[in-house]
């Protein structure tokens, strides 16, 4: 992603978060991460979306950009850093990345932090190996809801390798070269 500042001030106009939109202040809770990571991706997926965001340093009621205390990158659980940490609790499918954004809001230049997570390809994203989905602004387990486990296995039975996105948010010159 080129411009997550731009893509930060889009998302954050948004007048709710969405089932593949989440907000947070400063909460860094390793297991939500995990829960909300397969949550999210699963609903991408559902909602037709490539990919989801968690967002950190956005009021999630008032969509102003307040800035967050922690860098993602940094933050660990136990000695291991979080993202490893995560990977070995999620399905091998669940691909995400954590990005770090400097930004102007009213007070000054502060620290928003970005989750981007891809979308369910193949089968459900799992956390401990349970299947999560989101409803509403909230986080519940998939297998709570089977009208809508059955929608996801639809959408992820019936997706085409050939329709997937290899690269995206590339300038035409850079999707040229890449052409072979």
Known sequence: ???LE???RELCKYPNETPWLEFKHN???PEMIGRDISALANSATLYEKSCAYMIWGVNDITHKIVGTD??????KKGNQEIGNWLRSLLSK??????HSVQMNNEIGIVTVGVLIIYKATNQT???????????GSYTKKLND????????WNRL????????????????????????
């Open 93 to 98: 499918n669940a691909d995400f990345e954590f």
């Open 125 to 135: 994203v799992t956390f401990e190996k349970v299947e999560y989905i989101r409803s």
């Open 157 to 180: 039975q019936n997706s085409k390798f050939e329709e997937l996105f290899a690269k995206q948010d590339l300038q035409l010159a850079e999707a040229m070269s890449m052409l072979d």
């Open 27 to 29: 909460n860094y809770t």
């Open 6 to 8: 731009l893509l930060i």
């Open 70 to 75: 922690y860098d993602l990158q940094n933050l």
């Open 145 to 152: 809801f089977p009208t809508i486990q059955a929608q996801l």
């Open 1 to 3: 992603m080129e411009n």
